[in-house]
């Protein structure tokens, strides 16, 4: 097995993203931000106290993966489920303003699951969540919807956060592979077996850590991730990890993409823009090489900005940053900072 360097396609350009069908299945949530000023210490407890001055709601999860996938200017089908709530309410708004088809199911035994942030002085102080499992019924009929979108995209994404969205991913898989669409999942919690047969699984490091065990190299970490890779039938792992950039494993070789040297603000989403930049790349025509190194360049530009982001076709294929990324690769550089 040979080790490469990702090649970060020059002949791609975002007239090949407008082209590209993405469906997006997963757990949706609302990410919502408390902004305020922080001048004192409560008197009840040591605690700051924040006095909250705006508020501002984004597209997260799953949704947040599809929000990606537009920016790039794909066109994107999201389906999942929330409740019939203000915040599943808030969510079909914002996914109507980015241009993505929103086919949320209505659970009416259910809150949409909502991430609540409170920040001050630039910094987070509190997360919030709040959420509940999705009923089988609605699982059942959101299958039901997922057969006859899948023959209509060009690439399936499955984004699991572990709320219940996804407890039919093996099904949906076999589908999708069956009418040969590649499928990327972006992995969580510690049984990859579900994820059995798909194109492209990318797990940070430490949900690889929780599966495959600790490496004290990087042969260690080579052998375990060609195992785990060929024991699920996967066609390649995308394994991030933080700033040491990432690395794919395919049944041919192993490809690493050194981080790019920027400075890191927030790393919340950048797995989203991951896996997006890499469905949109590969719906139009790069190979996964290719894809790969354009997913680098976009999580060395999401993690400069704050909260769950997006990156744009302008700031993708912009020459200086190209030409970062490409002198990160040659040089081995990391940032600083972890993303």
Not at 55 to 78: F, I, K, Q, W, Y
Not at 156 to 174: C, E
Request: proline share 4%; charged share 25%; with cysteine.
């Amino acid at each position: 097995m040979k080790t490469a360097e990702p090649v970060v396609s020059t002949a791609m350009t975002a007239r090949d993203f407008k082209r590209a069908r993405i469906l997006v299945v997963g757990d949706v949530m609302l990410d919502r931000y408390w902004f305020g000023d922080v001048s004192r210490i409560s008197p009840e407890a040591p605690v700051p106290v924040v006095k909250v001055d705006r508020s501002e709601d984004r597209p997260g999860g799953a949704a947040n993966v599809a929000r990606n996938a537009a920016a790039l200017g794909a066109r994107v089908t999201l389906l999942s489920v929330v409740g019939k709530d203000e915040p599943g309410q808030r969510l079909r708004e914002l996914l109507r303003a980015d241009g993505i088809t929103a086919r949320l199911h209505n659970d009416r035994t259910i809150d949409t699951t909502v991430k609540l942030r409170v920040i001050g002085r630039q910094q987070q102080l509190l997360r919030i969540d709040f959420e509940t499992s999705p009923s089988h019924e609605i699982l059942r009929t959101k299958l039901t919807d997922y057969a006859r979108l899948v023959a209509a995209c060009d690439v399936v994404v499955l984004s699991d956060y572990g709320k219940g969205g996804l407890v039919h991913i093996s099904r949906m898989i076999a589908l999708a592979r069956r009418y040969r669409k590649p499928v990327l999942v972006d992995p969580k919690g510690d049984d990859f077996a579900r994820y059995s047969g798909a194109t492209l699984i990318t797990p940070n490091r430490a949900e690889f850590r929780v599966v495959a065990g600790a490496w004290k190299n990087e042969n260690e970490l080579t052998a375990s991730a060609q195992r785990l890779r060929s024991k699920l039938k996967v066609d390649a792992m995308l394994v991030t990890r933080s700033e040491e950039g990432m690395t794919l494993y395919t049944h041919k070789a192993r490809l690493h993409a050194a981080a790019q040297a920027r400075e890191v603000f927030d790393v919340s989403g950048a797995g989203d823009t991951v896996i997006a930049t890499l469905a949109v790349a590969m719906a139009g025509g790069a190979t996964l090489d290719a894809a790969v190194g354009l997913a680098n360049r976009a999580a060395g530009i999401v993690v400069a900005k704050f909260g769950t982001a997006v990156v744009h076709p302008h700031e993708l294929f912009d020459a200086p940053v190209a030409t970062a990324a490409k002198a990160a690769v040659k040089n081995g550089k990391v940032p600083r900072k972890s993303r």
